[in-house]
């Protein structure tokens, strides 16, 4: 049986910092490629990051150089570290493993950045 599984949001000041995890079991991790994506309320579900078994990165403008995406193979587990957070990543955070044409969600955990 599949699980993705996010956790690490709350809330957080503007200009902080948090870490995300997603921890996954049911399939073989480091062959999927992993990432992940953001809903903000009345927004569509946008891409953030993504990394793939062998580690290759990309990040969506909006958070480059702000957020940070790895994985530990070993722990079948992807993190986002996001430092300089803005109100404008308020959101709820997705993880999704993906591999041709099969994927896994996760459930979300909710980020919120206000003062």
């Known amino acids: 049986q599949v699980h993705v599984v996010e956790s690490g949001g709350g809330l957080v000041q503007p200009g902080g910092s948090l870490r995300l995890s997603c921890a996954a079991s049911?399939?073989?991790?480091?062959?999927?490629?992993m990432a992940w994506y953001r809903q903000a309320p009345g927004k569509e579900r946008e891409l953030v990051a993504t990394?793939?078994?062998?580690?290759?990165?990309y990040y969506a403008d909006s958070v480059k150089g702000r957020f940070t995406i790895s994985r530990d193979n070993a722990k079948n587990t992807v993190y986002q570290q996001m430092n300089s957070l803005k109100p404008e990543d308020t959101a709820v955070y997705y993880c999704?493993?993906?591999?041709?044409?099969?994927?896994?969600w996760g459930q979300g955990t909710q980020v919120t950045v206000s003062s």
């Open positions: 999704k493993a993906a591999r041709g044409s099969v994927t896994y």
């Open positions: 049911g399939f073989i991790f480091s062959m999927y490629a």
């Open positions: 990394i793939t078994g062998g580690g290759s990165t």
